[in-house]
């Protein structure tokens, strides 16, 4: 599967889009999330959303063997922003209650717990899509 160029608006307020399951896409989905706040006249949740898309497809690329992933923000009500990344995975993401000092992953999701009112996996067909809101 190939990236698509643009952000697509989805069906309620929101944006998707397709990305490889690389690294490299976190870059494009921090800008994907940085358009849609912008658009909605939040652009003060910028930073915070970028580093939760992050977060969530370096999850998705360390823990997955997909070739692509859906990066979707979406504004289900006027108080809540969701930010996801949906994937092939069947396995579903845990929270570590504790990292060694000198370990170098593994505090992905508990930044994401800490910066956001809830997270969790919504499970799908063909895969589960992690998510916070």
């Given amino acids: 599967m190939t990236a698509t160029a643009r952000p ?3 069906g309620h307020p929101g944006y998707t889009q397709t990305l490889p399951c690389t690294a490299r896409s976190a870059g494009q989905a921090r800008s994907l999330v940085r358009t849609a706040l912008g658009a909605w006249g939040l652009e003060h949740l910028a930073d915070t959303g970028a ?20 990066v979707t923000v979406s504004r289900p009500s006027e108080t809540f922003v969701r930010i996801a ?8 993401p845990m929270l570590r209650t504790t990292t060694g000092d000198h370990e170098e992953t593994g505090r992905g999701l508990a ?17 589960n899509g992690s998510g916070a809101t």
């Fill in 8 to 10: 697509t608006p989805t």
């Fill in 85 to 92: 990344v949906a994937d092939n995975s069947m396995t579903i």
């Fill in 111 to 127: 930044i994401i717990d800490a910066l956001t009112w809830r997270w969790g996996t919504d499970f799908l067909p063909g895969g």
């Fill in 51 to 70: 580093l939760v898309v992050t977060e969530l497809v370096s999850n998705s690329v360390t823990h997955t063997r997909t070739y692509s992933i859906r």
